[in-house]
């Protein structure tokens, strides 16, 4: 049985924002090398967390064991940012589940500093860093715009069903004698909230972990949600990077 059946809520998700989280925010501890940790929620993971059945927008199953998981970091929530995604609006049920739970943080800065032609300052903090990406294969070509200097791949689908090796080949970078990452940039959906979770007691402390999503498949082509398809992406990137495509 999901989580809230029945529940009357139907307030706007702005309502349970504790406060901004702007990209200045991002920028200031990236450079000032203050680790910190960052994750964000949408209507993906609200719709896995509320027990209900089928798949998000990529096709990532709502998998029983990841609901549970994903319970836990609200249930038990770490010292780390929370974000929630202007989506998770539409899940009511989804916002008075968490209300006592989180302190809500705005969690689209990153993405709206990118749809705006801003985000280059971020693009410049993180080209300082060392940086392991967990992602799809298709994002290993971000390398143009900045260093990775690990990649950990992840199925395209259901990388949930690999989190036990995921997590193996994340903590074996950060226990690698040469160039241990410094930033932990993850785009593997809703899993990310459980790496995070799962991580952040062991490496936290010494690392940044960033929520990125699913922000950088249009750099790499792939206009895999509504915004990327209306505007001049080729323009924005540029702007965003310094580099033309």
Same mark, same amino acid.
């Given at each position: 049985?999901?989580? #809230?059946?029945?529940?009357?809520?139907?307030?706007?998700a702005i309502r349970?924002?504790?406060?901004?989280?702007?990209?200045?925010?991002?920028?200031?501890?990236?450079?000032?090398?203050?680790?910190?940790?960052?994750?964000? =929620?949408?209507?993906?993971?609200?719709?896995?967390?509320?027990?209900?059945?089928?798949?998000?927008?990529?096709?990532?199953?709502?998998?029983?064991? &990841?609901?549970?998981? @994903?319970?836990?970091?609200?249930?038990?929530?770490?010292?780390?940012?929370? #974000?929630?995604?202007?989506?998770?609006?539409?899940?009511?049920?989804?916002?008075?589940?968490?209300?006592?739970?989180? #302190?809500? =943080?705005? #969690?689209d800065s990153l993405?709206?500093?990118?749809?705006?032609?801003? @985000?280059?300052?971020?693009?410049?903090?993180?080209?300082?860093?060392?940086?392991?990406?967990?992602?799809?294969?298709?994002?290993?070509?971000l390398t143009k715009?900045?260093?990775?200097?690990?990649?950990?791949?992840?199925?395209?689908?259901?990388?949930?069903?690999?989190?036990?090796?995921?997590?193996?080949?994340?903590?074996?970078?950060?226990?690698?004698?040469?160039?241990?990452?410094?930033?932990? @940039?993850?785009?593997?959906?809703?899993?990310?909230?459980?790496?995070?979770?799962?991580?952040?007691? @062991?490496?936290?402390?010494?690392?940044? &972990?960033?929520? &990125?999503?699913? &922000?950088?498949?249009?750099?790499?082509?792939?206009?895999?949600?509504? =915004?990327?398809?209306?505007?001049?992406?080729?323009?924005?990137?540029?702007?965003?990077?310094?580099?033309?495509?």
């Amino acid at each position: 049985m999901g989580i #809230g059946r029945g529940s009357p809520a139907k307030k706007s998700a702005i309502r349970y924002i504790k406060k901004p989280l702007p990209i200045e925010f991002f920028i200031n501890n990236l450079n000032s090398e203050t680790n910190f940790s960052f994750v964000r =929620y949408g209507d993906g993971e609200a719709a896995c967390i509320l027990g209900e059945s089928g798949e998000n927008c990529d096709g990532h199953q709502y998998f029983l064991k &990841m609901r549970d998981d @994903l319970r836990r970091t609200i249930e038990k929530p770490k010292d780390y940012y929370y #974000g929630l995604l202007r989506v998770a609006k539409e899940r009511p049920k989804f916002l008075d589940y968490t209300r006592k739970k989180i #302190g809500w =943080y705005f #969690g689209d800065s990153l993405l709206e500093a990118s749809c705006a032609g801003t @985000l280059l300052p971020f693009i410049q903090s993180i080209r300082r860093k060392r940086i392991c990406y967990i992602g799809p294969e298709r994002l290993k070509g971000l390398t143009k715009y900045f260093s990775i200097d690990t990649f950990i791949d992840i199925p395209e689908k259901n990388c949930y069903l690999s989190k036990e090796t995921t997590t193996i080949r994340i903590l074996e970078s950060f226990y690698s004698k040469t160039k241990r990452p410094q930033v932990y @940039l993850f785009s593997s959906g809703m899993p990310t909230k459980v790496f995070v979770y799962e991580l952040y007691d @062991l490496i936290g402390s010494q690392v940044t &972990m960033l929520d &990125m999503g699913s &922000m950088f498949d249009i750099y790499m082509g792939y206009a895999t949600r509504k =915004y990327a398809r209306t505007n001049n992406w080729n323009e924005l990137i540029f702007k965003n990077t310094g580099i033309k495509l």
